[in-house]
């Protein structure tokens, strides 16, 4: 073989080297982690595993929709502004309902924005109501679930007062409240 055909051999068997090294290291035959199983793999019904936390996979939108729709709102939307797990609902001319589930803050935790803070019972449940706290029109009633989750309701009113609002807060709060989970 020529001087330029060896050359040739031995540059082909330097690129080739590397590669095949790269193709060996990331192959083994040895698997880590968690099987898992889809429906497409499985002969048996694929089961969803439990949520974690106190909610599980309980939405807001469940809770909010059934009730606010009865009541003449649009839609009910998720939003995630007090936690990954809210839901909003307009009605034009009236305002917006909102709920949220926070699995990580109880209604100790709530913060009062200047308005006025009671403590009130609900379905049977703890909870607070901060009236005024968003500004005129404004209310939020807090339901204990544990003592470090809530659910929240609040109605913010296009014109109308903080009675108002909270008597319409707390007529949602007491239709939601007992599909809440009991707390631990």
């Known amino acids: 073989m020529s001087t330029a055909g060896r050359r040739v051999n031995k ?4 690129l080739f080297l590397p590669v095949s090294l790269l193709a060996v ?11 898992t199983t889809t429906a497409a793999t499985s002969s048996r019904p694929v089961t969803s595993t439990p949520a974690e936390g106190i909610f599980g996979d309980l939405k807001a939108c469940d809770l909010l929709e059934p009730v606010t729709s009865a009541k003449g709102f649009g839609p009910a939307a998720p939003e995630d502004y007090q936690s990954d ?11 917006t309902a909102t709920t949220y589930l926070v699995e990580d803050a109880g209604i100790s935790d709530l913060k009062p924005d200047g308005g006025q803070v009671t403590e009130t019972t609900v379905a049977g449940k703890k909870a607070v109501e901060v009236s005024g706290g968003g500004g005129k029109g404004n209310c939020l009633i807090g339901i204990s679930v544990t003592e470090k989750s809530r ?16 008597a319409d807060a707390k007529d949602i709060a007491e239709q939601i409240a007992p599909k809440l989970p009991q707390g631990g």
């Open 11 to 14: 540059f082909a068997a330097l």
């Open 25 to 35: 290291s990331g192959c083994t035959s040895e698997k880590t982690g968690t099987p």
């Open 85 to 95: 797990n809210g839901c909003r609902a307009n009605k034009p001319r009236y305002g």
């Open 151 to 166: 659910a929240t309701v609040s109605v913010t009113l296009s014109s109308g007062t903080n009675e108002q609002s909270c």
